[in-house]
């Protein structure tokens, strides 16, 4: 298994490939992927596609969901946090 | 745009077991068959392709089986929208990675699965409070939970298998709570010796996370923290108590993911899709496999996906093949029964608990005399993204309101998407409008 880089909220991380993007930013302790209509942050709650609490911006396009897709080197992710 | 329109004998949606059988099937007996996933490669959740761990034989065997069989495998894809297309037979709106396209099949087999039933409890939006079935897809797509707190607290066997991993992965699982009582439980356990190699599997299981109690009659309160789950609060009716957690993973069984079948017009009854013997549902030339026919697990999925596909080509199952999954439909109501959610666990949300997560809604905003449909129309409950799959099996179960109508797209879109369906209707000679 070998790390790749991708970048989150600007930021340069070393992740596993074949790793889901919610899993990558979860072992980075990233917990807020997205903000609620009332302002609370959210992660992954059904982790398969289901709940869309996982949405974060994966290379410019809005509303991916994070547990679905997989991470690809250069990867560009924005979660909630880069949004506030 | 490469293709806008696809044909094929047989379309198969979802490629966990009961889709993977159905579609190796069908191509086996001659069909064209296609099947399309969500996922990155077939497995469904179950079979999820693991990074840390290797699948089990019997997932091995079905993916060579399905890869020899000559089935079209489309990753990533997921099916919104299902109609009557030319020729009596069915057109499907399908969306992946590279946009929009149709499928039209004579033939569909809905193997959709199933997803987790959540309830709102206080603090169950915060991060890190996860399903059950949930921390256990991320822990396969590589979730590092090693000397991490853990609390499981929900209901069912689905508990073993996730324990089991986390313990395995070197999560300090603290306490696994299941809700259902004691007396139910041992119930279940003593007529697994019926079924030797199940009873196998769950020992095996429970000596993964043997150091750590199962509390049974026993559920969730609360969840506590900020930015994240720190505690949770559990309570057995009489006691109750604060534990010290860093992911928190809590949910009640499973629901039949029913959407696309009460789409086409198949007739749905307490939640699940009705089919006959040969898995035909009341639409023809629609059958249905797996969890949405009614929760019953991994090996009655594979025996259902069989009989579908084989159906949907227009063979038929042999006895031995229907003989199994009318054995295995037994087990499944037995766990059903085992597992039956107590009134407590559909009353755990206070006032200013939020129900709906994609819009926010709290409990106090709603009236307990409306039905899903007023709760949409006066409060946007289930008008969110997940188009009411979380809240709407939770506010079936609190509020008794039966799940309101489906209208496609059954998910989010692109708007690509969309004009590609209408183009492609326009252009085609017998257009199904």
Redo the contacts between chains.
């Keep these: 298994?070998s790390a790749i880089n991708i970048i989150v909220d600007g930021r340069t991380l070393a992740v596993?490939e074949?790793?889901?993007v919610?899993?990558a930013l979860?072992?980075a302790r990233e917990?807020?992927?997205r903000t609620?209509?009332?302002g609370?942050?959210?992660?992954?709650?059904?982790?398969?596609?289901?709940?869309?609490?996982c949405?974060v911006t994966i290379d410019g396009v809005p509303?991916r969901r994070a547990?679905?897709v997989?991470v690809a080197a250069g990867m560009r992710i924005e979660t909630a946090a880069a949004r506030a | 745009m490469t293709h806008t329109l696809r044909e094929c004998d047989v379309l198969v949606v979802g490629a966990g077991p009961a889709g993977m059988s159905a579609a190796a099937r069908a191509a086996e007996s001659g069909a064209r068959a296609i099947v399309a996933d969500e996922g990155v490669a077939p497995g469904g959740q179950i079979w999820r392709p693991a990074l840390r761990s290797s699948s089990p034989v019997v997932a091995q065997r079905w993916a060579a089986r399905l890869a020899g069989s000559g089935a079209v495998v489309l990753r990533s894809t997921s099916i919104v929208e299902l109609r009557r297309g030319a020729n009596d037979g069915w057109l499907a709106l399908a969306e992946s990675n590279d946009g929009g396209f149709q499928i039209a099949a004579r033939s569909i087999v809905l193997a959709t699965g199933a997803r987790e039933r959540f309830l709102p409890f206080p603090g169950w939006t915060l991060p890190n409070v996860v399903g059950i079935g949930g921390a256990q897809a991320l822990l396969k797509s590589g979730m590092s939970v090693r000397g991490r707190r853990v609390v499981i607290a929900g209901t069912g066997p689905l508990i073993f298998p996730v324990a089991a991993s986390l313990a395995r992965a070197g999560a300090m699982l603290v306490v696994v709570a299941e809700q259902a009582p004691r007396h139910k439980v041992l119930r279940f356990a003593a007529g697994l010796w019926r079924s030797p190699a199940l009873l196998a599997r769950a020992a095996a299981y429970r000596a993964a996370f043997l150091r750590t109690p199962y509390a049974t009659g026993t559920w969730v309160v609360a969840a506590h923290g900020e930015p994240a789950v720190q505690s949770v609060t559990i309570t057995d009716g009489a006691s109750t108590r604060a534990i010290e957690c860093d992911l928190l993973c809590a949910a009640f069984g499973l629901v039949p993911n029913v959407e696309l079948a009460r789409l086409a017009g198949c007739d749905v009854a307490e939640g699940r899709v009705i089919v006959d013997a040969r898995q035909a549902t009341s639409m023809a030339g629609l059958y249905c496999a797996g969890e949405p026919t009614g929760i019953g697990g991994v090996d009655l999925s594979l025996a259902e996906g069989e009989i579908a596909g084989l159906a949907a080509a227009g063979r038929q199952a042999d006895a031995a093949l229907l003989g199994r999954a009318s054995a295995l439909r037994r087990h499944a109501a037995a766990i059903d029964e085992a597992f039956a959610l107590r009134a407590e666990v559909k009353a755990l949300a206070k006032p200013d608990t939020i129900v709906c997560r994609c819009e926010d809604v709290r409990m106090r905003e709603l009236d307990p005399r409306w039905s899903a449909r007023q709760a949409k129309l006066y409060t946007r409950a289930g008008m969110g993204a997940c188009q009411g799959r979380i809240c709407g099996s939770a506010l079936e179960c609190v509020m008794g309101w039966p799940a309101d109508s489906v209208r496609p797209p059954t998910q989010p879109v692109r708007v690509s998407t969309f004009l590609q369906d209408i183009q492609s209707a326009q252009s085609l000679p017998h257009g199904a409008h």
């Design positions: 298994m596993e074949n790793a889901t919610a899993v979860l072992d917990y807020a992927f609620s209509v009332s609370e942050a959210r992660g992954p709650l059904c982790g398969m596609g289901v709940c869309y609490e949405r509303h547990c679905l997989v």
